[in-house]
């Protein structure tokens, strides 16, 4: 088949199945009016759009340390595979879906400007780039179809009032036609609309026209002799779809330097050469109504750090918000429907609550804090999104790496723990799920009141993401199949020395101290892992198990146990017993209550009708399998790995060890060949102590 024909035929059905004609749909007055009493919802407002669309994602709630929170499916920006996604922030996230609840039905918020409030790097430009982005989406979907109107004088009867050679003069502002209505009728026909209207939403038609459009109604009302229906069949309606591209709907406004910034850039500016055509430089289709504040009506405009803005900037921020109406050069005030959100980092946002005359945007503003993530799951998920092959270019990233990196995030953003008996590393753990001795949620709940300033403080994600970059480089110029989390270390405290958010040697030295609390962490889980991959052999696990219960019921019930090799009947083993209790960090005082605590265990599964299997008891699963590491070690003899000298049968026993630890743990054969010979090496330490 011919590849040309084919693309042909695939661009075709994709731009049947887009909706183009849906899209591009236009119609009269009287059209829309059918449009609206069908669907009313098409004349929402920003604030409503917006709520909606978030909320017709879905949603998912769960409990958090004692706390309800509700997870916005929305912003996992699954549409892009994640590439989005927020995580960790489903807290502040649900504080931003308030504010706009809030304002959808018309509370107050409204009234305000959303200010994401945080450190660099905390997800806050992400977040507006997924509301803009799901704005556009939602503009062209059924549920988020929205109109505007453009001026027809098709026979070019009224050239004196559009202009010369003007056949269509688009809304500017891309204006809902509802507000064509004149004031005095609007009650009338929205009871006449909202009549057997089904669900809770009514219209209701707030707003005025733009200065053009309204000089263009107010001219030919004139003409006709105050014959609105006339006038209304020089009205075309059509679909609107916002763009931020073709700066529909969406703004975005980034400060200059101070010198260079104009307020026309919000508000719009004047058509030099269409003065000389219309003879007046406040004639309005002499004007460009093409500011941020005029492009993004309907939808939402961004402001980058807004906190930057030159002082003439935020009177009109002022009025925008509070009035949504904006003040254009030798206009009357022009009314705006859109959702206002800036965002600023700390050093900012204390620059305005210092200012004593910032006080009215101070009052004007909803302010949400977006701290850094405090979950070390979550903070591991936004690496994921980037590094998320096993294998880049032919380098691998072993595991635990990202992981290592993310622990040690968390934990410059953590603050110390009060209490002299927990450390940041557990405190880390607490915040992760993990259950400790004698720490309740009610403690977890009590530890993250006390914090202060948690998260709002740290390294940034972009500094963890640059350092991995920089790891798997410098593996492929060195031709090394894997990155490890030693690397990524040396990477992360090498850059601690030009960093430019930290210019405080003490806070230096601390962070470079967490990164030994890290290296010493997971030195413990590679540990634990060659220790697992050494003791996975599980009919000799079953057989260690089935020793010690048989001991452990005798011993509970007073009774001697019968030697299967002899046959005589002897006391319990209570070095066996011991060997396998003090792995676990059981004392001598409390043995008898872990081994009446084992055979109620047992017991209790088995009047459910269920077998007892050691792996559902996790502390004697980790017992047993330290006590069989323990009696196999020197049998593989992991440290000959460091003295080069192997035998064949100890090389076939660490093969098994290595294929164990790939199966099982994700390792690949360079990383595993890795933590075998840095664990060999660390026995062999402990090994050269023990001979001291």
Same mark, same amino acid.
């Given at each position: 088949m011919d590849s040309g024909n084919t693309i042909r035929d695939l661009i075709s059905q994709m731009q049947t199945s887009s909706g183009y004609k849906d899209l591009t749909w236009s119609g009269s007055f009287s059209d829309y009016l059918e449009i609206v009493r069908q669907n009313p919802k098409v004349t929402r407002n920003a604030f409503q759009r917006m709520y909606d669309m978030i909320m017709e994602k879905g949603t998912r709630e769960y409990v958090d340390v004692k706390k309800h929170v509700v997870h916005y499916n929305f912003f996992d920006d699954e549409e892009n595979n994640g590439k989005d996604?927020?995580?960790g922030a489903d807290i502040p996230l649900m504080k931003l879906v308030n504010v706009l609840r809030s304002a959808a039905y018309g509370y107050g918020t409204e009234k305000r400007v959303i200010l994401l409030h945080g450190p660099v790097g905390s997800a806050k430009s992400t977040i507006c780039r997924q509301l803009k982005a799901g704005v556009e989406k939602y503009s062209r979907t059924d549920q988020g179809a929205l109109y505007t109107f453009e001026w027809v004088d098709e026979e070019g009867k009224f050239e004196d009032i559009f202009g010369k050679g003007i056949r269509v003069f688009p809304s500017p502002m891309h204006e809902d036609p509802m507000l064509l209505i004149p004031i005095e009728m609007r009650e009338r026909i929205c009871e006449e609309l909202n009549r057997g209207a089904k669900g809770e939403f009514r219209v209701n038609i707030v707003g005025e026209l733009c200065p053009p459009s309204r000089y263009f109604f107010s001219k030919l009302l004139e003409a006709y002799n105050g014959d609105v229906n006339r006038v209304l069949e020089h009205v075309r309606v059509k679909r609107l779809v916002?763009?931020?591209?073709?700066?529909?709907?969406?703004?975005?406004?980034?400060?200059?330097?101070?010198?260079?910034?104009?307020?026309?850039?919000?508000?719009?500016?004047?058509n030099y050469r269409k003065i000389a055509e219309y003879g007046s430089d406040s004639d309005p289709r002499a004007f460009n109504f093409d500011g941020e504040f005029n492009v993004a009506n309907r939808g939402m405009i961004e402001f980058v750090e807004v906190l930057k803005l030159d002082v003439a900037f935020l009177y009109d921020l002022l009025g925008a918000s509070q009035e949504h109406r904006i003040k254009p050069k030798k206009f009357a005030q022009t009314m705006i429907d859109e959702v206002i959100i800036g965002h600023t980092n700390e050093p900012e946002y204390r620059k305005l609550q210092d200012n004593e005359f910032m006080e009215a945007l101070r009052d004007r503003t909803v302010k949400i804090d977006i701290p850094y993530i405090t979950k070390l799951k979550d903070e591991i998920n936004i690496y994921k999104k980037d590094f998320n092959s096993r294998i880049l270019r032919g380098v691998s990233i072993a595991p635990h790496t990202i992981e290592m990196a993310s622990m040690w995030a968390i934990l410059t953003r953590l603050e110390k723990p009060k209490k002299a008996n927990l450390t940041r590393l557990q405190k880390l753990k607490l915040y992760n799920g993990k259950s400790l001795p004698n720490y309740t949620e009610d403690n977890i709940k009590e530890l993250r009141k006390e914090a202060r300033r948690e998260g709002l403080e740290g390294i940034s994600p972009r500094y963890i993401q640059d350092k991995l970059s920089n790891s798997i480089v410098q593996a492929q110029q060195r031709n090394r199949g894997s990155v490890n989390p030693f690397m990524v270390i040396k990477e992360l405290e090498g850059g601690l020395k030009h960093h430019s958010l930290i210019g405080n040697e003490e806070q230096k030295q601390d962070y470079k101290e967490l990164l030994g609390v890290v290296k010493q962490e997971y030195e413990e889980i590679i540990k634990g892992e060659v220790q697992r991959a050494i003791s996975a052999d599980e009919s000799a696990l079953h057989r260690l198990c089935g020793n010690y219960i048989d001991n452990v019921k005798a011993y509970t019930q007073k009774e001697k146990v019968r030697n299967?090799?002899?046959?005589? @009947?002897?006391?319990? %083993?209570?070095?066996?017993?011991?060997?396998?209790?003090?792995?676990?960090? *059981?004392? @001598?005082?409390?043995? %008898?209550?872990?081994?009446?605590?084992?055979?109620?265990?047992?017991?209790? *599964?088995?009047?459910?009708?269920k077998k007892f299997d050691y792996k559902t008891n996790e502390r004697l699963h980790k017992a047993l399998e330290l006590k069989l590491f323990e009696d196999q070690k020197d049998s593989i003899k992991l440290t000959s790995l460091v003295t080069s000298v192997t035998d064949k049968d100890t090389q076939e026993k660490i093969d098994i060890v290595k294929t164990r630890l790939i199966k099982d743990f994700g390792y690949d054969e360079i990383s595993a060949t890795d933590v075998l010979h840095y664990v060999a090496s660390i026995f062999a330490r402990g090994d050269v102590k023990d001979k001291k």
């Amino acid at each position: 088949m011919d590849s040309g024909n084919t693309i042909r035929d695939l661009i075709s059905q994709m731009q049947t199945s887009s909706g183009y004609k849906d899209l591009t749909w236009s119609g009269s007055f009287s059209d829309y009016l059918e449009i609206v009493r069908q669907n009313p919802k098409v004349t929402r407002n920003a604030f409503q759009r917006m709520y909606d669309m978030i909320m017709e994602k879905g949603t998912r709630e769960y409990v958090d340390v004692k706390k309800h929170v509700v997870h916005y499916n929305f912003f996992d920006d699954e549409e892009n595979n994640g590439k989005d996604a927020v995580y960790g922030a489903d807290i502040p996230l649900m504080k931003l879906v308030n504010v706009l609840r809030s304002a959808a039905y018309g509370y107050g918020t409204e009234k305000r400007v959303i200010l994401l409030h945080g450190p660099v790097g905390s997800a806050k430009s992400t977040i507006c780039r997924q509301l803009k982005a799901g704005v556009e989406k939602y503009s062209r979907t059924d549920q988020g179809a929205l109109y505007t109107f453009e001026w027809v004088d098709e026979e070019g009867k009224f050239e004196d009032i559009f202009g010369k050679g003007i056949r269509v003069f688009p809304s500017p502002m891309h204006e809902d036609p509802m507000l064509l209505i004149p004031i005095e009728m609007r009650e009338r026909i929205c009871e006449e609309l909202n009549r057997g209207a089904k669900g809770e939403f009514r219209v209701n038609i707030v707003g005025e026209l733009c200065p053009p459009s309204r000089y263009f109604f107010s001219k030919l009302l004139e003409a006709y002799n105050g014959d609105v229906n006339r006038v209304l069949e020089h009205v075309r309606v059509k679909r609107l779809v916002l763009s931020e591209a073709d700066r529909i709907g969406i703004g975005t406004f980034q400060p200059k330097d101070e010198k260079n910034q104009d307020s026309t850039e919000l508000t719009g500016d004047l058509n030099y050469r269409k003065i000389a055509e219309y003879g007046s430089d406040s004639d309005p289709r002499a004007f460009n109504f093409d500011g941020e504040f005029n492009v993004a009506n309907r939808g939402m405009i961004e402001f980058v750090e807004v906190l930057k803005l030159d002082v003439a900037f935020l009177y009109d921020l002022l009025g925008a918000s509070q009035e949504h109406r904006i003040k254009p050069k030798k206009f009357a005030q022009t009314m705006i429907d859109e959702v206002i959100i800036g965002h600023t980092n700390e050093p900012e946002y204390r620059k305005l609550q210092d200012n004593e005359f910032m006080e009215a945007l101070r009052d004007r503003t909803v302010k949400i804090d977006i701290p850094y993530i405090t979950k070390l799951k979550d903070e591991i998920n936004i690496y994921k999104k980037d590094f998320n092959s096993r294998i880049l270019r032919g380098v691998s990233i072993a595991p635990h790496t990202i992981e290592m990196a993310s622990m040690w995030a968390i934990l410059t953003r953590l603050e110390k723990p009060k209490k002299a008996n927990l450390t940041r590393l557990q405190k880390l753990k607490l915040y992760n799920g993990k259950s400790l001795p004698n720490y309740t949620e009610d403690n977890i709940k009590e530890l993250r009141k006390e914090a202060r300033r948690e998260g709002l403080e740290g390294i940034s994600p972009r500094y963890i993401q640059d350092k991995l970059s920089n790891s798997i480089v410098q593996a492929q110029q060195r031709n090394r199949g894997s990155v490890n989390p030693f690397m990524v270390i040396k990477e992360l405290e090498g850059g601690l020395k030009h960093h430019s958010l930290i210019g405080n040697e003490e806070q230096k030295q601390d962070y470079k101290e967490l990164l030994g609390v890290v290296k010493q962490e997971y030195e413990e889980i590679i540990k634990g892992e060659v220790q697992r991959a050494i003791s996975a052999d599980e009919s000799a696990l079953h057989r260690l198990c089935g020793n010690y219960i048989d001991n452990v019921k005798a011993y509970t019930q007073k009774e001697k146990v019968r030697n299967q090799f002899t046959g005589a @009947d002897e006391e319990p %083993d209570e070095r066996l017993m011991r060997s396998i209790e003090e792995k676990i960090e *059981i004392p @001598d005082s409390r043995k %008898d209550d872990f081994r009446r605590e084992i055979m109620n265990y047992i017991g209790a *599964i088995s009047l459910d009708g269920k077998k007892f299997d050691y792996k559902t008891n996790e502390r004697l699963h980790k017992a047993l399998e330290l006590k069989l590491f323990e009696d196999q070690k020197d049998s593989i003899k992991l440290t000959s790995l460091v003295t080069s000298v192997t035998d064949k049968d100890t090389q076939e026993k660490i093969d098994i060890v290595k294929t164990r630890l790939i199966k099982d743990f994700g390792y690949d054969e360079i990383s595993a060949t890795d933590v075998l010979h840095y664990v060999a090496s660390i026995f062999a330490r402990g090994d050269v102590k023990d001979k001291k």
